[in-house]
């Protein structure tokens, strides 16, 4: 298993839409249990393959806390087919916005088509932090990211505090 270099804000590829995978093979897998063990490793509960420099719409997401089981789940070409109309909000943070977090609103529950580890297709019924989870990873894939939520001003900041933190560790 390797531990993948994590992309941080500013940078171009988490700002472009991923393509669809056509076939869950072994080297998919692969990639699948990688990001999987850079997730734990980081600590997140949610990497999309975009946030590794992988153009590709797969997103792995743990949810389970420190003393349970892990419960990963793996998703190729994660669709929301429906948003409930009810929302919530909850602080939220990024591994590629690193020490930021802000409150982002949506919607409490979702539905999500995918295929699985197996090649699959599954449909799951999300909902709390789950939700929010999936929704969050589904954007990754579309280049989407939480301070995309934010005030213009509140984004702009933090982006410029990213790059300085980049220059200052020559990250970019
Ligand atoms: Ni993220």
Redesign the pocket.
């Known amino acids: 298993m390797t531990i993948l270099n994590i992309l941080k804000e500013p940078h171009p590829i988490l700002r472009k839409k991923s393509q669809l995978v056509h076939e869950v093979d072994n080297n998919l897998r692969k990639l699948m249990d990688n990001m999987l063990q850079t997730m734990y490793n980081a600590p997140g509960i949610?990497l999309?393959a975009p946030?590794v420099g992988i153009l590709q719409r797969v997103v792995v997401i743990d949810i389970s806390k420190d003393n349970e089981f892990k419960k990963p789940l793996f998703f190729v070409n994660p669709e929301i087919t429906w948003r409930s109309e009810e929302v919530e909000t909850r602080e939220e943070g990024?591994?590629?916005?690193p020490g930021y977090y802000a409150e982002v609103t949506r919607s409490i529950r979702c539905k999500v088509n995918y295929t699985d580890y197996n090649g699959s297709p599954q449909e799951l019924n999300a909902n709390g932090l789950l939700a929010t989870c999936i929704q969050?990873?589904v954007d990754?894939c579309n280049g989407v990211?939480?301070i995309d939520y934010l005030s213009k001003l509140k984004k702009d900041m933090i982006i410029k505090k990213l790059l300085k933190t980049k220059k200052e560790k020559k990250i970019l």
């Open positions: 949610g999309a946030q990024c591994l590629s916005i969050h990873e990754h990211l939480f």
